[in-house]
């Protein structure tokens, strides 16, 4: 029986202005843009934990989400019923991928090796699943802060054995993603981080971390899998502070620990918003540093301080995301992965319809957007012009090394005062204006 009788097949397309109320306006999978069909530039991904096992509760209140299709027990019956829901989903959305955390597919057991064996049961299930709708996965993870046993960090637990268990987890994990083909894996550290500085080696801490990731690389190159390693920057929520706060951050890291060949990043816009930066500030400092992997498409509610994790449905900001992915020449292994749940009042099943697809069509606007501006070319030219004394011959010596404050010295007592051009930056800005 369908999980979703509301929506016999998959999600039909319509016009922009149509009153069709399940529709995609915007998103054509198979249309070009640039050269290349709009499934290949944006390569969405929805999410296990939020689509699947997210009931909406919120701090003050029980969950709403009409979910008729799970029975509410950890079984691994519930738990293999609800890939087939998962993936008539994904099937009726039209999205290619998905992601998942080792906890949300798999009942936690007893003891680990219960855990260990729910999943083996998982795996043949999802591993089917995959192949008979030629869905595939964008990248798998471990969920390393559920658990009590986590409440002081993972890979950064003042507890030795706490840390052993943290490493079988993220093996297993690692095996099962690489066994469904995952393209990539990440590692986001909820718990790795701290509550107070009094009871806290900070120092001992990252160490531990590094010696974590370093592990992890060695064991996948012992097993073979060839997806891509990501980390996760986000400030704050759970912990006081994160480790990995932001794109800064973490490219710090990984610099200091030698763990930059190995990892990229997958930028969250709540947890850039959480840290303080815009999403466009966290994707161009991983970008220029060669790092911009992944992307977690959410939005949170500004200055309100939590990971409300919301559908991305603004398409100033959705326009914004694509520039940058389109100035890098697209995603490789990433994608854009729908860490987004829906709000708590909107709990009936086709609100998981809506919710992606809104985002989709918001995404496909956003790409047409940002080909239009780059196609226009005014800003583009703008920045390179606003440059253009650093093509001299005396720009090319300073980016190039080869001088010395002696001789800027004497370049500068010999010329006039230096004249500043305007930084244009309205103007620019009403550009952008005409192609939303
Ligand atoms: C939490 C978050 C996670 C990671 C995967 O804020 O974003 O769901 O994406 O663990
Ligand atoms: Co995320």
């Not at 019923?81 to 994904?90: D, I, K, S």
């Not at 790795?192 to 592990?215: C, I, K, P, Q, V």
């Not at 920045?383 to 004497?410: F, I, M, N, P, Q």
Request: glycine share 8%; proline share 5%; hydrophobic share 40%.
């Amino acid at each position: 029986m369908a999980a979703f009788p509301d929506v016999p097949g998959p999600v039909p397309f319509a016009e922009p202005r149509s009153r069709t109320e399940l529709a995609f306006r915007h998103y054509r999978p198979d249309e070009p843009v640039e050269g290349k069909a709009m499934r290949d530039h944006l390569r969405f991904a929805s999410c296990y934990w939020h689509t699947m096992r997210n009931g909406l509760a919120d701090p003050f209140g029980a969950p709403t989400a009409h979910m008729p299709w799970d029975d509410g027990s950890g079984s691994l019956d519930n738990a293999k019923r609800r890939v087939g829901v998962f993936f008539e989903f994904l099937e009726k959305c039209r999205i290619d991928r998905w992601c998942f955390h080792d906890r949300d597919v798999a009942p936690e057991g007893r003891t680990l090796a219960e855990s260990h064996r729910n999943l083996d049961a998982l795996v043949p299930v999802m591993k089917q699943a995959q192949a008979s709708s030629g869905k595939t996965l964008l990248w798998g993870t471990a969920c390393l802060f559920a658990h009590p046993r986590y409440a002081s960090g993972a890979a950064t637990s003042p507890s030795v054995s706490v840390f052993a268990y943290a490493a079988a987890q993220v093996k297993k994990a690692l095996e099962v993603t690489h066994e469904l083909g995952g393209e990539g894996y990440v590692f986001w550290g909820g718990r790795e981080g701290y509550l107070s500085l009094w009871n806290t080696d900070m120092r001992r801490e990252r160490e531990h971390l590094a010696r974590f990731l370093h592990m992890a690389v060695e064991h996948k190159r012992a097993i073979g899998f060839k997806g891509q390693f990501y980390i996760e920057p986000k400030p704050r929520e759970p912990s006081v502070h994160q480790y990995d706060s932001d794109a800064a951050a973490c490219l710090a890291f990984l610099r200091e620990f030698d763990l930059l060949p190995h990892l990229k990043l997958n930028i969250e816009t709540n947890h850039a918003t959480l840290a303080g930066h815009t999403m466009e500030h966290e994707l161009t400092v991983a970008r220029d540093a060669g790092a911009l992997g992944s992307i977690d498409a959410n939005t949170g509610t500004e200055h309100c301080g939590w990971d409300t994790d919301e559908f991305p449905i603004d398409i100033r900001l959705t326009s914004k995301i694509m520039l940058i992915v389109l100035s890098m020449g697209g995603f490789t292994t990433g994608g854009l992965n729908f860490d987004a749940k829906r709000r708590r009042e909107s709990f009936e099943p086709i609100d998981l319809f809506h919710s992606h697809v809104a985002g989709m069509d918001a995404f496909a606007r956003g790409l047409k957007i940002a080909a239009a501006i780059r196609a226009d070319g005014r800003i583009a030219d703008f920045v390179a012009r606003r440059y253009r004394s650093w093509d001299s011959d005396l720009g090319r010596a300073v980016e190039a090394g080869t001088t010395s404050l002696v001789e800027l010295e004497r370049i500068a007592l010999a010329a006039p005062e230096p004249q500043l051009e305007s930084g244009r930056q309205e103007w620019l800005e009403a550009i952008v204006q005409e192609y939303l």
